[in-house]
């Protein structure tokens, strides 16, 4: 075989992807073993019937040719008018672009502000697909630290400094947080802001959990002074109306990076099916109760959640503030958060996903995914808790 490229075989900088829990999880799912899932972020629900019986009804209707590219013009209007609405910066359905998921918008936005070798901020720990994205890109993927005596907020000194010392075309931040569950607060927003004035970075602001806050406000960095025509906003049907396999999400930018956008969709994707977009039509349609409803269990279980780590005194937690997870400091045991999970999976088939592999700031935790049902999670944190405990007796 011919050499792969070295973007490609670089892609997880050669080493793992950090999902081997995860992995090991299905297979022994798969292998007939019980194991009480608590990795990755999808929802313990399908998508709502009415919304699969409105993307039947365009694929029977006809809607199975090529859609136009850059979105079908009834969604891009309604992905318009609620960026309009949620964040009071005017938009129109030319700062608009309909992408095959928020994966595939984090990826075309890289594609757009960075040229091969440009240095691309994001805030660690992070989603873990984030390095790979820009790296994909042909981008220079740097990390910046936070403290978990933060609660993982990014200072904007450290953006600052980061962008200074590499020269950066952009930066890449998320709230509501994966995998902190945070929610950044203004103070935060100002800084990073700031951040991109002084340094001529492009923002890409990955919003696709913007449904899902506990407490505070989701406010976007769009709606900053100076930021409209530097920012790219990352949007998603999956996480606020339980369409991760349908693979529907946006980008919403200024008009001259949307239409080069556009040139990228077209050599790309070509489009996202027609018979989706009717079906994410549909589902924005149904308005805020909907999202609510879809949002409501993660709620309960994050103050179920806390109740019950408030009851020990081994594991913190972050006190999550939206998203679908809880981050838990595990430090007292000893163990790294990928040893403390693989021991959790082997010894109580509960899997977490290792803080390590959301990058190095978040060593020493775990982050739990409140993806199953209340009293199955009540138990899977009760068993967490003192297996915690029992490790932290014996590394005294
Ligand atoms: N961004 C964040 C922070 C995520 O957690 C995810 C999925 O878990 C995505 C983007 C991608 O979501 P999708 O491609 O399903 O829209």
């Known amino acids: 075989m011919p050499q792969l490229s070295s973007r490609i075989t670089m892609l997880n900088e050669g080493g793992s992807d950090g999902w081997e829990v995860f992995y090991r999880a299905r297979a022994l799912v798969a292998a007939g073993e019980p194991v009480t899932e608590l990795t990755i972020g999808e929802h313990d629900i399908g998508t709502d019937p009415a919304i699969l019986q409105a993307i039947h009804d365009a694929a029977r209707g006809g809607h199975t040719g090529y859609a136009m590219v850059p979105g079908v013009s009834a969604l891009r209007e309604a992905v318009a008018s609620r960026i309009t609405r949620r964040t009071g910066v005017p938009t129109t359905p030319d700062n608009v672009l309909i992408t095959p998921g928020g994966q595939a918008a984090l990826f075309a936005a890289h594609m757009a502000v960075l040229t091969p070798g440009d240095a691309a901020l994001y805030i660690d720990p992070y989603y873990a697909t984030y390095p790979g994205t820009i790296r994909a890109a042909s ?30 075309k952009s930066l890449l931040v998320n709230t509501p947080n994966n995998p902190t569950g945070m929610v950044y607060p203004q103070e935060t927003l100002k800084e990073i802001a700031q951040a991109c004035t002084d340094n001529d970075l492009w923002l890409i602001s990955d ?81 805020a109760g909907l999202e609510q409803q879809i949002a409501e269990p993660f709620r309960r279980r994050r103050d179920l959640a806390l109740s019950v780590i408030e009851g020990q005194n081994t594991v913190k937690a972050i006190p999550a503030q939206g998203a679908m997870y809880l981050m838990l400091d595990i430090r007292a045991t000893g163990l790294s958060g990928r040893d403390f999970a693989e021991a959790l999976l082997d010894d109580h088939r509960i899997a977490v996903m290792p803080g390590e592999s959301f990058g190095k700031s978040a060593a020493g935790h775990v982050r739990v995914a409140l993806t199953v049902a209340d009293d199955r999670l009540a138990e899977a944190l009760h068993t967490l808790c003192s297996f915690a405990e029992t490790k932290a007796r014996a590394h005294a």
Request: aromatic share 6%; glycine share 10%.
């Open 139 to 168: 981008g220079r993927a740097v990390p910046v630290a936070t403290r978990a005596a933060d609660a993982f907020l990014p200072r904007g000194e450290a953006i600052q400094a980061a962008a200074r010392d590499t020269n950066a």
């Open 207 to 287: 919003e696709v959990y913007d449904t899902q806050v506990w407490q505070g406000a989701h406010v976007s960095p769009r709606s900053l002074p100076g930021m409209v025509d530097r920012t790219l906003i990352v949007g998603s049907m999956s996480k606020s109306h339980a369409m991760t396999g349908s693979r529907a999400g946006w980008l919403v930018g200024p008009t001259e990076a949307i239409d080069r956008l556009i040139d990228l969709a077209t050599a790309t994707t070509y489009g996202v099916p027609g018979y989706i977009q009717d079906g994410a039509l549909f589902a924005l349609e149904q308005g």
